[in-house]
């Protein structure tokens, strides 16, 4: 085999800069968000799904935090594998200003996707779950990004 008759092949791609956690994250969030979006959690009985207190108050605050949740980590993802693409670029070698920027912007990616999906939950629903109707709030995702502008 190529590899095992080479241990310097894998020695340098274990310590590539390309081999970074905004990449690894990235792709992380990528195959949870295609997941998601093509098997969304049906129940807040499933075994996968955007849990939060907002979240599981009933099954239309479930189901919008998750359509939410799913859009959002597909735009984190893609926004991870650039900055790791180019972190991978700008450093050569793994220093301490590697880890800080690439295990940095996996921790903001993260809190990101939380804070987002709950302030959109907050926005759009009450703590007890009902949905908000003022000034066009009661709308659903699907229904604010089809919405065309008033003249």
């Given at each position: ?42 129940t807040?009985k ?57 295990v ?31 000034h ?16």
């Open positions: 085999m190529f590899l095992s008759t080479n241990p310097s092949f894998m020695q340098r791609i274990i310590h590539s800069t390309f081999l970074n956690a905004d990449i690894l994250v990235g792709l992380l969030f990528l195959l949870m968000g295609l997941l998601m979006k093509i098997f969304p959690p049906k807040r499933n075994i996968y799904g955007y849990r939060s207190f907002l979240a599981t108050r009933n099954e239309e605050t479930w189901q919008e935090a998750n359509h939410f949740a799913t859009k959002h980590s597909l735009k984190i993802a893609y926004v991870l594998i650039g900055i790791g693409i180019v972190i991978g670029f700008f450093f050569k070698t793994q220093n301490n200003w590697y880890y800080l920027f690439s940095g912007t996996v921790i903001i990616a993260v809190l990101n996707l939380r804070g987002e999906t709950e302030w959109y939950l907050s926005q759009h629903f009450e703590d007890t779950g009902e949905r908000k109707s003022r066009g709030q009661n709308k659903s995702l699907d229904e604010l990004s089809t919405d065309e502008p008033s003249q």
